[in-house]
């Protein structure tokens, strides 16, 4: 890269100088506001629908429903909980027939469920799996722990040898 000698460099400084004010000046009168005349509505002025023709078309689609395929209103009012019924009484849930069979492997264990319901004889599950709407949480050695919406069940298994 060749040298510039020292005055040169100063004479490059200067016009880079009178450039940078020469932009703050120029972007300065760009951005002031100005003064702009809007034109005057009067009450003569054309309007572009007909605010009676309007309420028809708001009442003729409220009462249609566009976006329901019976094109009629809901049943049920939008935000109202969804209460399952109670169970019946002396109804089992589904969880009280699941059993524990075993668990196999080594890190991860899986388990062997029997009692699902929907499923075969035994199922083998693992952690993350879905059984009769409860969550397998962990399995170890000894049990495995399930969690359901409002409970959490804990099933363990007695070796006996023989």
């Known amino acids: 890269m060749p040298r510039v000698d020292r005055r040169t460099e100063r004479v490059l400084w200067g016009i880079t100088g009178v450039l940078a004010v020469v932009t703050a000046i120029a972007l300065h009168k760009s951005v002031t506001p100005r003064a702009v005349s809007r034109p005057v509505l009067s009450s003569s002025t054309v309007s572009m629908f007909d605010p009676d023709s309007l309420a028809v078309v708001a009442e003729r689609t409220a009462a249609h429903d566009l976006f329901r395929l019976e094109r009629q209103p809901a049943t049920l009012a939008f935000g109202t909980p969804d209460v399952p019924p109670p169970p019946a009484p002396g109804a089992q849930t589904p969880f009280q027939s699941l059993a524990l069979r075993g668990v196999v ?58």
């Open 105 to 162: 492997g080594g890190p991860p264990w899986q388990a062997i469920f029997s009692g699902v319901p929907n499923r075969g004889d035994n199922v083998v599950a693992r952690v993350g799996d879905t059984l009769a709407g409860l969550r397998v949480i962990r399995v170890r050695q000894d049990g495995v722990v399930l969690r359901g919406r409002d409970t959490v069940v804990s099933l363990t298994f007695t070796r006996t040898w023989q």
